[in-house]
């Protein structure tokens, strides 16, 4: 069940299907800029609860901008991933407890942080990626001057991914009822069944690649070097909106962390020492 | 209480996806040897119900039970031994180094004795003309090949049930008639055969099964094919074009009203009743 609810997360993550919501609805550039003022974010905060109310953010434009079922399918793929982040900052920090250079709320705090950082790095991602037709991709990273010739099998193979994880499921379920135990067994048995699964989706993409590069050849693709588009999305209200909220967010969060805006001392004095 | 009476029984089943597509209330029963024909468009539901027999779904509510076992509660290395279940691609399946390995995979992860499974894979190779490819590696084999590769390793560890997702798919007009040659040889071998397609055409090929038609995830029709060509309205609505024979049948059972038309679907018989009948429909055509 682990493995069919991560497929179909990661599928999630990838398949843009167009839906009447916000996130759908907003420019492609609105959405990186999302996506890179995450970055920074995650780059520059460094308390408990700046990193937690971005955290927050994002996850209520999430929430509200996608379907609730598919929102919650791509945070629990991503949750499977922060768990194993967690874990490896536990790893990390626990020598430092011996030195007594953190104490256990410390590590509670790093690791915390560490895991809302990793979150909110993969949700944009993934809000990105599973809100925005390919097409739009290729639009806005051809107005920042790749050529059209590397974008088009970019595009395709970011349709691939979802393409890719129907043939893994359909693999998976195969296998299942031809006695195939993935989650049972010694490390070297679970290798084994893992590779039944990998070896007929290696083969299939091989197959699925050689046809595809064998049409993109054959309808001449990087014969012209400037293209035209048939449509080209706007810039609304909506994204402004959007996206100067993030900015400022981003922004005050920061100034707070770095405690120029005095509100972090204010949640301190309140007792709440453990943000 | 569970019944060992029924190779498959639906009880009420309810089965949802996340798309918003439905299964409702379903419930059929399939008996042991039966032969059982699910028709409909694409995304009628075919392929879930097959997921659902095979217990790679669960139903929602309700029950289905396979030989006897609530699929709810059995896990799917026990059902694996009742069941061979051929994917529309049979490429999906392929992940050994060669073709016996192949046919022997299923028997080797439900831990059967070595001596039997050997002696059956060669029976079985043998049977679907694969004994002189048994080294081969199954990614070389031809469309046809794989396809009764696919057969060869969902039956040698002695299932009880064979389902098979669009059969036909991709499979030239040589490639059908072998794989039907081998169908109806599965059959008579008294297995449980249960079969998704939109190919109506193949089903006329199979005889006259059990055809159960779904559409939208509800059964709109189950009996027999000869009685389903009489119901023009399901037909239309599900997009299932009938073979020409069998609208030339409706149009002299039309002029008729003679129900022995449909008694057996085929050319031979039909050409029989003309002949039998042609001072009759003459009359009736006026000519």
Known sequence: MLIKGFISGIREAFICRFEERLLYRLNSLTKITIFLLTVIATILLSKTYTILVYTIALVTLGFTGMETSRFKRISLSILLFVVIIMSFSIIYLVPRLSTGELDYIDLLKQVFVNGCKFYCIALSFSIYFSTTKPQSISCLLEKIGLPYKFLYPLTLSIRYLGVVMNDFENIYDVQRIRGLRVDSGGFFNRIRSFLSLFIPLIVLSIDR???????????????????????????????????????????ALYLIDQAVLPIGCFINLKGLSLL | MVSRENAIEFKNVFFNYSSGFKIEDMS???????????????????????KLIAGLLKPVKGRVFVAGYDTLETPLSILARFIGYIPQSPWYMFSQETVYKEITFTSRNLGLPEDFYKRQALYIASWLGLVDKMDRTPFSLSEGEARRLAIASAVTHNPKIILLDEPTSALDYIGRKKFLEILNDLIDRGYTVVIATHDIDFTVKLGSPRVIVLNNGRIVFDGRTSD??????????????????????????????DESIYCELSIENLIEYIVFNKKFLREKIGC
């Open chain 2, 28 to 50: 059929f029963k399939i008996g042991y040897g039966e032969v059982v024909v699910f028709l409909g468009a694409n995304g009628s539901g075919k392929t879930t119900v097959l």
């Open chain 2, 228 to 257: 389903l060509y009489r119901e023009q309205a399901i037909l239309e609505d599900n997009n299932l074009i009938p073979p020409q024979i069998t609208r030339l049948m409706n149009i002299i059972y039309s002029l008729s009203n």
């Open chain 1, 209 to 251: 690649l050689n046809d595809m590069v064998l049409a993109l050849e054959n309808r001449g693709l990087g014969l012209y070097k400037k293209r035209t588009y048939f449509y080209r999305e706007g810039f609304g209200f909506k994204d402004i909106v959007v996206a100067a909220v993030f900015s400022i967010l981003v922004v």
